[in-house]
């Protein structure tokens, strides 16, 4: 009954204002209509290569690196980057920095004239309202020479056109050093294409169990009730926190029966990793979990050292 309440209390806000958030507000996301505009093709002036830069964020950002924006406490901005509670993203391919030369001049236009040098191109999997499927998209990102603050400033969509989005903050969190030493890039294909077979859209339902549902897989479980547990959350539709999880869950299964990690069980790798279900999981409450686990989180770049 709590959970169909506070659904309809979700519906009745965003029926009372809209699904798309005003331009120019605090809580506008990624993949709501308003605050974007569209360009031509990205590909008919923007090329892609390896260009030497102060800012190591390829030294940084690896797949399976999560992405996180913190959030407001706006209601309207639930299931969107920026919006209520928070959101997350999975980074599913190394990143790659923008040439700069005199057609990609072209791409600080259409950016709304953020100073968006140097810019860099990575793949992310998400999970956002008003979208059906999971979401997948080349965002844009800015490594501020200065500070080293990360921001997203714009996307290439699924028809190669170059989207203009506010800026936010980005923190990168990274797995633990054991982890991510062991990474195998053809296992993590192979998990989100299965996925992607199966993918579905982002509900207020999950949402609302979220608010509501404790997310935590005890130490007390089982190895059977763990793996049991966890594909079962794996079949709810999701929400931003679920793309995550389920991705890293399903990995560490795959991997445990290819006897990866000293021969540790998929249990075992998940509740030392990532503890927590993926159809109740807030943004916050995953953080907090990864924090536990000794995930690292990265609120800017740090600079390359400079050759002598």
């Known amino acids: 009954k709590a959970l169909g309440s506070a659904r309809a209390l979700a519906a009745r806000a965003l029926r009372s204002r809209g699904s798309c958030l005003p331009l120019g507000g605090g809580c ?16 008919s002036f923007c090329d892609v290569g390896k260009v030497a830069s102060r800012m190591g964020l390829e030294r940084v950002m690896a797949p399976g690196d999560i992405l996180c924006v913190r959030g407001g406490n706006d209601l309207m901005g639930v299931g969107a980057v920026g919006g209520f509670l928070g959101h997350v993203m999975l980074v599913v391919s190394p990143p790659k920095m923008i040439k700069q030369d005199s057609r990609s001049r072209e791409i600080a236009k259409a950016l ?35 500070t080293g603050e990360l921001t ?15 800026c936010q903050t980005i923190e990168v969190w990274q797995p633990p050093e054991q982890l991510r030493a062991h990474v195998n890039p053809d296992l993590m294909r192979e998990v989100i294409g299965d996925m992607k077979a199966r993918e579905a859209s982002w509900s207020f339902a999950t949402a609302a169990r979220a608010l509501l549902a404790p997310s935590w ?43 990866a990690f000293c021969g540790s069980g998929s249990a075992d790798l998940i509740l030392r990793w990532m503890p927590v279900k993926a159809d109740r999981t807030l943004p916050g409450e995953l953080l907090t979990s990864l924090l536990r686990c000794g995930w690292k989180m990265l609120p800017r770049v740090p600079r390359s050292r400079s050759r002598s």
């Open 28 to 43: 506008t996301g990624f993949h709501a209509l308003a605050g974007r505009r569209r360009s031509r093709s990205w590909d």
């Open 112 to 146: 709304q004239g953020h100073n968006v040098w140097p810019l860099w191109k990575v793949q992310t999997m998400e999970s956002t309202r008003g979208t059906e499927g999971l979401h997948s998209a080349a965002l844009l990102l800015h490594a501020d020479s200065a």
């Open 217 to 259: 897989m005890g130490q007390h479980y089982d190895a059977s009730l763990v793996l049991q547990e966890a594909r079962r959350c794996w079949k709810a539709k999701p929400i931003c926190t679920s793309v995550v999880i389920s991705f890293w869950q399903r990995y560490f299964c795959r991997a445990a029966q290819m006897g």
């Open 152 to 166: 997203a400033v714009g996307e290439v969509n699924s028809r190669g056109e170059l989207v203009s989005l506010d």
